[in-house]
């Protein structure tokens, strides 16, 4: 069963520290793997995408990483700010093409303390 | 760019009651796609509309969901009668290309459904 699960649910930290959202998956076939952002009563926006050949890309001060091999994925936020605080959500796609799926997580909510 | 509109942005009904949401995609992207968020969960697809047809709705409540997006621009989300468990955001998303494909979704920021 094509899945995306999230960890942790729920994370708190204080503004300036680092930290690093988690995402396991069991799609199959894999095509791509984009984070989105949510704020409070918004809609989700795309940080950044990951294909299969691709083990790192940054975006500010968001950086994802995926191993495809064990279909794992992380985003690390750098120096975190209070702008930050959001639900954080991992997309996976299983084909390029309109047939294809895309596979949403629970999300991380996220809340920075000053 | 303009991004994606939906109104209203807050509802409530009582149960049994008819809704309609609206979506107006940002002009260009032909793939539009309606997704029901409830409190604490990932978005769930209900419907997808390459242009105007129909690719994906096998997760479409179709018994009392209906949607249509005329002329290939602006989608209508209709429930008729709500219940309880309907109470949730409901936004709609557009994509220049599929998402599948790599093309990110722009979201709109959902009405907010009640049902009491």
């Known amino acids: 069963k094509n899945q995306v699960e999230q960890s942790p649910q729920s994370l708190i930290i204080l503004e300036g520290k680092n930290c690093t959202l988690q995402c396991n998956y069991t799609v199959s076939p894999f095509s791509n793997l984009r984070w989105y952002k949510q704020d409070t009563g918004r809609g989700p926006v795309s940080l950044t995408i990951m294909t299969f050949s691709e083990n790192t890309k940054s975006n500010g001060r968001y950086t994802a990483t995926l191993d495809a091999d064990t279909k794992q994925s992380s985003l690390h936020i750098t120096a975190s700010q209070l702008s930050d605080s959001a639900s954080y959500i991992c997309?996976?796609?299983?084909?390029?093409?309109?047939?294809?799926?895309?596979?949403f997580g629970r999300g991380t909510q996220l809340t920075v303390w000053p | 760019e303009a991004g994606v509109a939906q109104s209203p942005r807050y509802k409530i009904i009582e149960k049994r009651q008819s809704v309609a949401f609206w979506c107006n995609p940002i002009?260009?992207?032909?793939?539009l796609y309606w997704y029901q968020q409830i409190l604490g969960q990932g978005p769930k697809l209900l419907i997808q509309f390459q242009n105007n047809g129909v690719v994906d709705d096998s997760q479409l409540p179709k018994d009392r969901f209906s949607a249509e997006r005329l002329k290939g621009v602006d989608s209508t989300l209709k429930i008729q009668p709500a219940k309880l468990e309907d109470s949730a955001v409901y936004l709609c998303?557009?994509?220049?290309?599929?998402?599948?494909?790599?093309?990110?979704?722009?979201f709109g920021n959902g009405t907010r459904l009640t049902v009491t």
């Open positions: 998303a557009s994509s220049r290309l599929s998402g599948q494909g790599g093309s990110p979704l722009h």
């Open positions: 002009s260009g992207h032909a793939t």
């Open positions: 997309v996976v796609s299983d084909r390029g093409s309109t047939l294809g799926r895309l596979y």
